[in-house]
């Protein structure tokens, strides 16, 4: 607890997992003046967004918890979506967070002047802040595919983020997915074994990593009601196998990397016996370079009678469905859109002003950048949770929220024991860590050629290429010569 004789007025922008942690953390200081602002008419973020069948967690339930909020109930190995919702709305009931969330709210725009932020929602409501917190998220703005006719399809047409649950799926529909990444490998099993008639439109194939899902018995859950050890156990676990094993296969451990691909490529082979078809899902680049699957019901899926997978290339899409390159029309009842998001646009369309009247899209007009992920220079006391180089290959994205979090929190306490009033970093700290990142990816899987999300407009991937071990090392204080800390009466 810090001996700060101030307090600071806090902003949250979004109520998904990173600002219900914020919000836990700021409490946890003595801060209770905050705001949490959410745009949805309900908290969640990702988890209340996708609600397609099979949606699921591709972390390990055990350690996509709060570390210090484990939840020894979950009902398998990989949660659902809808139990994971759960779980933060539990959370949130449970720190009484309810009377700082304000949902309905979206922030439409953030301007910083005279030392302090004028947050502004699309209701006209204004709220000022010493500090913003904006935790919008990654994957939370649906990327829509740009397909000559795709608003002239007559049927239904919808994204995997947007699932329309009135249609029902058997065996007198005709799909059409366009997409093949996690969500798809997650959601295209069901509608094959609902009896559709499942056209698969892939252009890229994808490496998929087969870790089995299983439930948790009764006297499993038992036991660990009872014994906080053994979820640490659990917990350990499954940190063991993404930061030991995938984290450092990516990150550069040769002897690792190569018995990763080795697994994936015998996976593939083991479970689909067709030759041509194993052809036609066998990707052309490093194992990694696009976020691994873990699925073990895609393969089973994909070679059933009622799934077509098909790799010509798409023309247009017709009223009717799709037509090939080649001049074949696949007619489709529903098209189902599996084309991701556009992860780069972070707390975009938001305008966000900060010292000098400086505009963030002319900021980022050439490139984004960030200090250690979360500070932007020119945007006193703002920090962006989850920004650019925070992915970490298949590891917890909570785990990354916490860790800064953490980071953040010493700032706060440095600003509450009077030691400054505003913090951003310095250009030539921003220089040398954007110098840091791409040493790390020259020479790595992110950096082999292939095209995925963990790329800018410049190509550059925007994931962290060291290890989990190296962020948390590196983000475990503030290096206070990297900021510019200001008093509000010392000179510009």
Request: glycine fraction near 8%.
């Amino acid at each position: 607890m810090s001996n700060a004789q101030r307090s600071p007025k806090v902003v949250i922008i979004g109520a998904g997992m990173t600002g219900i942690l914020m919000a836990i953390k700021c409490l946890d200081r003595g801060i209770n003046d905050i705001v949490v602002l959410e745009k949805a008419d309900k908290i969640g973020g990702t988890w209340r967004e996708n609600t397609y069948p099979g949606v699921a967690c591709d972390v390990p339930a055990h350690l996509y918890t709060y570390s210090f909020a484990m939840n020894p109930n979950w009902s398998r190995y990989y949660a659902g979506g809808g139990e994971i919702q759960g779980y933060f709305e539990e959370i949130v009931q449970r720190y009484q967070l309810e009377q700082y969330i304000q949902c309905g709210q979206e922030v439409t725009s953030s301007e910083f002047d005279q030392g302090q932020w004028t947050v502004t929602t699309n209701s006209g409501e204004q709220y000022q802040a010493d500090f913003v917190f904006c935790a919008t998220g990654i994957l939370h703005h649906p990327a829509y595919p740009n397909i000559k006719g795709l608003d002239s399809f007559a049927g239904k047409m919808f994204h995997t983020a947007r699932w329309d649950h009135s249609v029902k799926f058997d065996s007198s529909v005709k799909v059409g997915v366009i997409g093949n990444g996690s969500t798809a490998a997650q959601f295209i099993p069901e509608l094959v074994n609902s009896g559709a008639d499942v056209s698969v439109f892939m252009r890229t194939p994808q490496w998929i990593m087969p870790v089995s899902d299983r439930a948790f018995g009764n006297w499993e859950r038992y036991l660990l009601n009872r014994s906080p050890w053994l979820q640490r156990l659990y917990r350990w676990g499954s940190t063991v196998l993404l930061k030991d094993f995938f984290n450092r296969a990516l990150s550069g451990a040769p002897i690792r990397r190569w018995l990763l691909d080795k697994l994936v490529r015998l996976n593939l082979r083991r479970s689909v016996k067709d030759k041509a078809l194993r052809a036609q899902l066998q990707p052309d680049f490093q194992v990694g370079c696009k976020r691994v699957i873990i699925n073990t019901t895609f393969y089973p899926a994909i070679q059933k009678q009622n799934a077509h997978l098909i790799r010509d290339g798409i023309a247009e899409i017709t009223p009717q469905g799709v037509l090939m390159q080649d001049g074949t029309l696949h007619q489709c009842d529903v098209l189902i859109l599996s084309t991701g998001f556009n992860a780069l646009s972070y707390m975009r369309p938001m305008a966000l002003t900060g010292s000098n009247g400086v505009d963030i899209e002319a900021a980022w007009k050439h490139k984004i950048e960030a200090y250690r992920s979360v500070l932007l220079k020119d945007y006193p006391n703002f920090f962006l949770m989850l920004g650019p180089h925070t992915p970490i290959a298949n590891f917890s994205i909570i785990a990354m929220s916490e860790v800064q979090g953490d980071y953040i929190m010493q700032l706060i306490d440095k600003w509450m024991q009077g030691d400054f009033d505003t913090v951003s970093p310095k250009q030539e700290a921003i220089t040398a860590y954007q110098q840091f990142i791409r040493d790390g990816l020259s020479g790595s899987t992110w950096a082999s050629g292939c095209q995925s999300w963990y790329l800018d407009a410049d190509g550059d991937a925007i994931v962290w290429p060291y290890s989990w071990a190296s962020y948390v090392e590196s983000m475990s204080q503030p290096i206070f010569s990297d900021l510019d800390l200001r008093k509000q009466d010392a000179p510009a």
